[in-house]
């Protein structure tokens, strides 16, 4: 069409794969604890090595989210590993937002497994945003281990939009004049926030929940830049709009530095694992991200039971959730299903993959 953003060069890309790309080591304990200290959910199958050794997993855990992690992607001006997931050419040179994702989990992510991912993409298109033009870019990720297993399938899509209008300032003072001031994340001086610990429950049964029933929520923060830069580190991407506040602010034209969408999607998968505690499966996850959140933000993760049904002699759980943070923001939703047993069933620890 005239004036598309969408060029042929682009446009050839849809159906194109990557080459598979194995990750450099196996799965760690130390990265299983790296990532739960970062979203400081200590869930004995990711921290206790005797406990998850008496689980039906019989070894440690990863968060199921977080189950890739690059070492030392190119660092260019985004920073760490924006070039290397978005690698588009589009007529402007724009970060990419994450717009949201639907996973599918297949099977457990246990400590010692090598991950292995490739791409497929799916579609790119583009919408009048408020803003200006939007690029969409579409994405199917399959993660395999070592035996060939899938472990996960994800549709991922990132938003691209147009750089603020203006040069780039070079000058110190020109810098310091045009920067907002933004609130002052806590805690003050005299606080120190505490590790949260984990609160066990006893094992929920399809028979135990109904429709309408509320998901235990699960709060977080008040949010630091701290939080986000051991997130950077637990996931190895470190994009400058979650800890460089002047890059945020005068070239991307956002108000402060904001919280990872990817961290938010693990506050999110903690609500819903913590639902089907160790005996469940967390199966299948869409999220969409509609608003940012900021340092200072207190985010509380929350969900309802919205059906029940039964399929292949399991029971499964659909659930709406979301995340509000304490300015009465909704800044992502989605949907969700959870897979718990019935009283005195054992679940299978592979699943089959669904079709989208």
């Known amino acids: 069409m005239p004036g598309s953003l969408i060029t042929d060069e682009v446009r050839a890309l849809i159906g194109t794969e990557s080459e598979p790309e194995r990750n450099r080591f196996p799965i760690s304990a130390e990265m299983a604890y790296d990532v739960a200290d970062a979203i400081e959910d200590y869930n004995p199958l990711y921290v ?10 019989g070894n ?8 890739w992690k690059d070492i030392a992607p190119p660092i260019g001006y985004f920073g760490a590993g924006q070039e290397w997931h978005f690698e588009v050419p589009l007529p402007f040179n724009s970060y990419g937002l994450n717009g949201g994702s639907d996973w599918q989990f297949l099977a457990p992510v246990r400590v010692g497994t090598w991950i292995t991912r490739r791409f497929r993409m799916l579609d790119i298109f583009e919408k009048q945003g408020r803003s200006g033009a939007l690029v969409f870019i579409v994405r199917e990720e399959i993660q395999t281990d070592q035996h060939d297993t899938e472990i996960s399938r994800a549709r991922r899509v990132s938003i691209h939009r147009a750089l603020p209008a ?3 300032p070079t000058d110190v003072a020109q810098v310091a004049t045009d920067l907002s001031t933004v609130a002052v994340a806590p805690p003050n001086p005299e606080v120190i926030l505490p590790k949260p610990q984990p609160t066990g429950g006893e094992q929920r049964h399809f028979e135990d929940v109904s429709v309408g029933d509320s998901l235990p929520p699960v709060v977080k923060g008040p949010m630091t830049t701290t939080h986000l830069i051991r997130w950077a580190a637990a996931n190895g991407n470190y994009a400058r709009i979650h800890w460089d506040l002047p890059f945020a602010q005068l070239t991307q034209g956002l108000p402060n530095v904001v919280v990872n969408g990817s961290l938010k999607n693990q506050y999110l998968g903690q609500l819903l694992l913590d639902f089907a505690g160790d005996e469940g499966w967390f199966r299948r996850f869409y999220v969409e991200h509609r608003g940012m959140d900021f340092p200072g933000d207190t985010i509380t993760a929350a969900g309802i039971i919205t059906g029940k049904r039964e399929e292949n002699g399991f029971g499964l759980v659909d659930c709406a959730v979301n995340l509000q943070n304490d300015r009465g923001n909704q800044t992502a939703s989605g949907t969700a299903t959870v897979v718990l047993p019935r009283r005195g069933q054992s679940l299978p620890l592979d699943w089959e993959p669904e079709a989208w």
Request: hydrophobic share 35%; charged share 30%.
């Open 60 to 67: 440690l855990l990863c968060p199921p989210l977080a189950a």
């Open 48 to 57: 206790d090595p005797e406990y998850a050794d008496r689980s039906r997993f």
């Open 166 to 168: 203006g040069e780039q």
